[in-house]
């Protein structure tokens, strides 16, 4: 069985600033994806960042990268220049490489302080 | 090109009733995925299915629940005779058939707030 943990239910940052949001997960699998997704007060899924575990190098995408650390079942979210739109409940999110449902984890909310 | 459609966004039900939600998919989307998000916690999956087929159904209670995607039509989560414990916020996703790639992005719509009072 999949299972996606994080451990942080609440976080804050100051604008501006750089926040890393923790996320760890345990499969048997070798080769799978890892996601992390936005949710704001509107509820909409967005998603931030998808990591692809038989690519080492680290996933980014503008202000937001990640650490992937495969040995350690680790996927940790780095948003840099935190802006007041980043607020937040962010879900980390595994998939299979062939499986059809996505797995998250209950997620962290992440309050931009200006 | 439209996203995920989900409607209604708000559904009230009193224990008992039938609640239905529907969601229709991007356009060119053939693959559907229903979610099911309880308060305080992440979403967790219920079933996967494509045109006029449930293809993984292992998250589904196994009574009151149904799901079905016609050939014509949104797919439709439906939930008979509601009790408390389904007041939640149900997401649907979908994806496109994708040729030669094993892995299909989802793409989720703004989902849909069950309370049943």
């Known amino acids: 069985a999949q299972t996606v943990t994080q451990s942080q239910p609440e976080m804050s940052v100051q604008e501006a600033e750089t926040v890393t949001l923790s996320c760890t997960y345990d499969?048997?699998?070798?080769?799978?994806?890892l996601f992390w997704y936005k949710q704001p007060p509107s509820r909409q899924m967005i998603l931030v960042i998808r990591q692809e575990a038989y690519k080492q190098q680290n996933a980014t995408e503008n202000r937001f990268s990640v650490n992937f650390q495969k040995a350690a079942k680790s996927f940790s979210l780095k948003i840099s220049d935190s802006q007041l739109g980043d607020t937040a409940m962010y879900f980390c999110a595994f998939s299979k490489l062939t499986g059809n449902q996505f797995y998250f984890g209950t997620g962290t909310s992440l309050t931009v302080i200006p | 090109n439209a996203g995920v459609m989900q409607n209604p966004r708000h559904l009230v039900r009193r224990r008992g009733q039938e609640a239905r939600l529907r969601c229709s998919p991007m356009?060119?989307?053939?693959?559907v995925y229903w979610y099911r998000q309880l308060p305080e916690e992440g979403l967790k999956f219920m079933v996967y299915?494509?045109?006029?087929?449930?293809?993984?159904e292992s998250g589904m209670p196994k009574e009151r629940f149904s799901a079905e995607f016609p050939k014509e039509g949104p797919s439709i989560l439906r939930i008979q005779q509601v009790v408390r414990g389904d007041s939640a916020a149900y997401f649907c996703?979908?994806?496109?058939?994708?040729?030669?790639?094993?892995?299909?992005?989802?793409?989720f719509g703004p989902g849909t707030r069950l309370t049943v009072t």
């Open positions: 499969t048997s699998e070798n080769n799978y994806y």
């Open positions: 996703a979908s994806s496109p058939e994708t040729s030669g790639r094993l892995f299909r992005e989802q793409y």
């Open positions: 299915l494509q045109k006029e087929n449930i293809i993984d």
């Open positions: 356009k060119g989307h053939s693959h």
